[in-house]
């Protein structure tokens, strides 16, 4: 059976309803590249991946979110080490 692959998730934030909800809107500058945090409390989102570009020079920013492995898919790797034991 096929592992799971990393991929990428789509979601879309508006800044005015993240503003709305009491996160702060940060930016940084890395090795000459802007980018968007939000931040609440401890939980911090950076959207360091331009997306496209817009013709008034704005930006469409996202992020990579890795998916954290399911019981299930741990349920199938253990099965499998077990297997190549026997």
């Given at each position: ?21 009491d ?34 020079g ?17 349920k ?11």
């Amino acid at each position: 059976m096929e592992q799971p692959r990393s991929w990428l998730v789509k979601n879309l934030s508006l800044l005015s309803t993240v503003l709305r909800n009491d996160w702060e809107l940060l930016t940084e500058t890395r090795n000459n590249v802007k980018i968007l945090k939000i931040k609440k409390v401890d939980i911090e989102y950076e959207f360091d991946q331009k997306v496209s570009k817009n013709a008034n020079g704005g930006y469409l920013m996202g992020m990579q979110i890795e998916p954290s492995k399911s019981e299930e898919t741990k349920k199938m790797e253990n099965e499998e080490k077990t297997q190549k034991l026997k």
